[in-house]
Structure formats: structure tokens, C-alpha cells
């Protein structure tokens, strides 16, 4: 059989189409995470990093980006995002280091991590999200909106799915 560019290629390497189609859609980075931080305080609480030390504890919540399609699991502002919602994560080939923010089941953070594309990744499905969906590796179904929820009370929303990933 032939091998696949993300079998052959590291991520440096790809071309920027092999990188975006490397996106499985699952929309886990649109969820709100909370660094468990010795050092906050009520100020600095909410407030949002680009960092998290050793030792530290990322928590997920339920709670997504009020701009996140939660049928399609597609961000309904792609092109504004990022000066829609400017703590919106962006990963892209210089941007590895915020690989933290990804979820173990994310297509980039397992080709790093040396496990290859699960066996529901859409790539291959014809590019179809059902199997991602069936197989529980999605938002959909799962979510609060943050436009809807008082984040103050993020505590209740703390979930472990998103971190759950499957071959
Ligand atoms: S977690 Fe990774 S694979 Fe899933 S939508 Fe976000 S960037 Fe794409
Ligand atoms: S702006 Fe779009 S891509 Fe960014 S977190 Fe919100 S829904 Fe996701």
C-alpha cells in the first residue's frame, strides 16, 4: 500500500494543504480549559495563558466558543476568528509549542507524539466526519455554549471526555 504524506512527513514538513487536512474537526480545542496555577489569585483567575508549567494540571470543560456550530462542529466565523475571540487558539507549523492546548486525541498532538491518525479520522473516511462522530471523538452533542453559561461557575462544567482518545 502506499504510504500517506502524515506517515512519510514530519510536520515541518508538510505542505500547508497536508497540514489542513490533517484537522480531524472534532472541535475539542473550541472548549474553555482551566489551568489548575498555585499562584492565581480571584483577579487573575479567568484570565487567559499561553503557558503551563510543570507540574501543572489543564482541565477541560464543557463549555465552548459561542461562535462553534455544536451540530457541524465547524467555527461559524473561520476567517474573523481571531479578532472575534482573541484567545483563540491557533496551531499552526510555527506555532508547535501550543501543541499543550490540543487534546490527546488531536491529530497534530498524536503525529507528534509518534501515534499516527486513528482509525475514525475523516481522511480515512473520504473526508466524512460520521465515524469521528460515532465514535465519541467529537464535541457534538456534548456542549454548553460560553454565551450561555456564567463562566464564574466553570467548576460545574469540568468534564473528562475530551480527554479520552481511542487506538
Ligand atoms: S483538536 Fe486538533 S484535530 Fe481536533 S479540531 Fe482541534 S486542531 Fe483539529
Ligand atoms: S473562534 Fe472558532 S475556531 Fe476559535 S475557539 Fe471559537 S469556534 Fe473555535
Given at each position: 500500500m502506499t504510504e500517506k504524506f502524515w506517515q512519510t512527513k514530519s510536520l515541518s514538513e508538510?505542505?500547508?494543504?497536508?497540514?489542513?487536512?490533517?484537522?480531524?474537526?472534532?472541535?475539542?480545542?473550541?472548549?474553555?480549559?482551566?489551568?489548575d496555577d498555585e499562584d492565581t489569585t480571584e483577579?487573575?483567575?479567568?484570565?487567559p495563558t499561553t503557558h503551563i508549567n510543570e507540574g501543572e494540571q489543564m482541565s477541560y470543560?464543557?463549555?465552548a466558543c459561542y461562535l462553534l456550530n455544536d451540530k457541524s462542529c465547524q467555527c461559524t466565523q473561520y476567517d474573523k476568528r481571531t479578532k472575534l475571540v482573541p484567545?483563540?487558539?491557533?496551531?499552526?507549523?510555527d506555532n508547535l509549542d501550543a501543541i499543550f492546548f490540543m487534546p490527546p486525541s488531536c491529530t497534530y498532538r498524536r503525529l507528534k507524539e509518534g501515534r499516527g491518525i486513528p482509525s475514525w479520522h475523516p481522511l480515512l473516511h473520504k473526508g466524512k466526519k460520521t465515524a469521528m462522530h460515532k465514535a465519541g471523538m467529537s464535541?457534538?452533542?456534548?456542549?454548553?455554549?460560553?454565551?450561555?453559561v456564567d463562566i464564574d461557575f466553570f467548576e460545574d462544567y469540568i468534564v473528562s471526555w475530551p480527554?479520552?482518545?481511542?487506538d
Open positions: 508538510m505542505t500547508r494543504s497536508e497540514w489542513e487536512s490533517l484537522c480531524d474537526g472534532c472541535a475539542k480545542c473550541c472548549l474553555h480549559k482551566f489551568i483577579e487573575t483567575e479567568l484570565m470543560s464543557n463549555i484567545d483563540c487558539v491557533q496551531l499552526t507549523q464535541v457534538r452533542g456534548k456542549i454548553v455554549k460560553d454565551s450561555e480527554l479520552n482518545d481511542i
